[in-house]
Antibody, heavy 121, light 106 residues
């Protein structure tokens, strides 16, 4: 059974940083891209970042590029997302997601339960 | 980007709901539909514009290609009350989502 479990959410002050983790299980990590998708309160969905398990190649949305790092811990099949210089616009639920087809990145079949990040002073 | 309409749809139980999604450039059939209920993660309903994901009831169907797409829910049930998002993955990253259509049960 495919499982994605996020951790690391919480309240952070503007200008600070956060590190989210996504622990994966139930599939071969290196076969897929693992993504982060976020949702501001009462708003729609926004893809944020992705990491390809086969070679560690990383991808970022324009909204976080230059202040985010997505990384992996292969020994634990875990993906981390660190975002710095946080603003109130980064507030929301951050979901970890996995593609359904390893050859078609960007179509998210599996989702975690989400981690809430609140940027506030 | 992706444009969904209408923003809100109110439908009686047992009737049909038709949701539309338009891409500002051609995306072939690389379109997905997701259902999201309050407090829950999105759920993949349809991928490749018209293929139901595993475990999705047959009352959900998708159609379209290029720039115009439709999600149809026939025989609407109370549990179908949710927000529905379309998403293109032809030009990934970033794989943009529409703004969502909220389906309400009359």
């Amino acid at each position: 059974e495919v499982q994605l479990v996020e951790s690391g959410g919480g309240q952070v002050q503007p200008g600070g940083s956060l590190r989210l983790s996504c622990a994966t299980s139930g599939f071969t990590f290196r076969d897929y891209v693992i993504h982060w998708v976020r949702q501001a309160p009462g708003k729609g969905l926004e893809w944020v970042s992705g990491l390809r398990g086969s070679d560690g190649r990383t991808y970022y949305a324009a909204s976080v590029k230059g202040r985010s790092i997505i990384s992996r811990d292969n020994s634990e099949d875990t993906v981390h997302l660190q975002i710095s210089r946080l603003t109130v616009d980064d507030t929301g639920v951050y979901y970890c997601a996995r593609d359904g087809n390893p050859y078609v990145p960007g179509c998210f079949q599996y989702w975690g339960q989400g981690a809430l990040v609140t940027v506030s002073s | 980007g992706m444009t969904q309409f209408p923003p809100t749809l109110s439908v009686s139980p047992g009737e049909r709901a038709t949701l539309s999604c338009r891409a500002d450039q051609g995306i072939g059939s690389n379109l997905a539909w997701y259902q999201q209920k309050p407090g829950q993660a999105p759920r993949l309903l349809i991928y490749a514009a018209s293929t139901r994901a595993t475990g999705i009831p047959a009352r959900f169907s998708g159609s379209g290609s290029g720039t115009e797409f439709t999600l149809t829910i026939t025989g609407l049930q109370s549990e179908d009350s949710a927000v529905y998002y379309c998403q293109q993955y032809n030009h990934w990253p970033p794989g943009t989502f529409g703004q969502g259509t909220k389906v309400e049960i009359k």
